[in-house]
Each structure stands twice: as C-alpha cells, then as structure tokens.
Nanobody
Framework: QVQLVESGGGSVQAGGSLRLSCEASTYTYGSYCMAWFRQGPGKEREGVARIDLPSGVTSPTDSVKDRFTISRDNSKNTLYLQMNNLKPEDTAMYYC???????????????????WGQGTQVTVSS
C-alpha cells in the first residue's frame, strides 16, 4: 500500500523559507491530484496548493500564491512545497495528500483526497 511521508518542517522567523517534501513509498499510479493542506491550532484543515496529474498544472490558493510553489519530481516519487516569505499565520501542521478521483480538479477540498501523510509541523515566529 502506498504511504506518504512528509519532512522538512521546522521553526523559522518571519520572512524565512522552508521546503517541505512528501515522498511516496511507491509511484502514486492512478492519482489525479496531489496537494498540500495545513491545519493550524483550532482551525479546520485547508488547502494550500494542488498539482494536477499528469498535466503538472498547479493551483495555489490566493493566500500563498505569491509565496509558495508546489512541484513534483516523478523520478523520485516526491512532492515538494517551497515556502518563501513565511508569516506567523502560516504556522500549522502541513500534510500532503493524493486524490484518486478526478473531481479533485474542481477545487481543493480535503474530502476529495483519500491518501494522507502524517504531517510535518511548521512554526513561524514574528
């Protein structure tokens, strides 16, 4: 069974950068989308950015589109999230996920994703 393992989280000051990685144990064959989500303390899980497969078209949310970049290296079965100019409000647990239903092309709702990693914590101090 495919597993997703995130890494790269940590503590940074505002304005800093981090790159998150999400390695799949095997090729996520059959997935239509992969995405990054986050969940802050006391908040609902929200979508951060999505990459459609196999096209590679990316869809970041408005709050991060000028700062975060999602990408994928198929040769390494790895999904990335490059985060620049981090802000305290970016503090959250970050999760990667894969969707096996093409309705994932419609939006960035967590309900469309069936495979999840365990998460990696990002903390941004002011």
């Amino acid at each position: 069974q495919v597993q997703l393992v995130e890494s790269g989280g940590g503590s940074v000051q505002a304005g800093g950068s981090l790159r998150l990685s999400c390695e799949a144990s095997t090729y996520t064959y059959g997935s239509y989308c992969m995405a990054w989500f986050r969940q802050g303390p006391g908040k609902e899980r929200e979508g951060v950015a999505r990459i459609d497969l196999p096209s590679g078209v990316t869809s970041p949310t408005d709050s991060v589109k000028d700062r975060f970049t999602i990408s994928r290296d198929n040769s390494k079965n790895t999904l990335y999230l490059q985060m620049n100019n981090l802000k305290p409000e970016d503090t959250a647990m970050y999760y990667c996920a894969a969707a096996y239903d093409s309705t994932c092309y419609l939006d960035l709702s967590p309900k469309r994703y069936s495979l999840w990693g365990q998460g990696t914590q990002v903390t941004v101090s002011s």
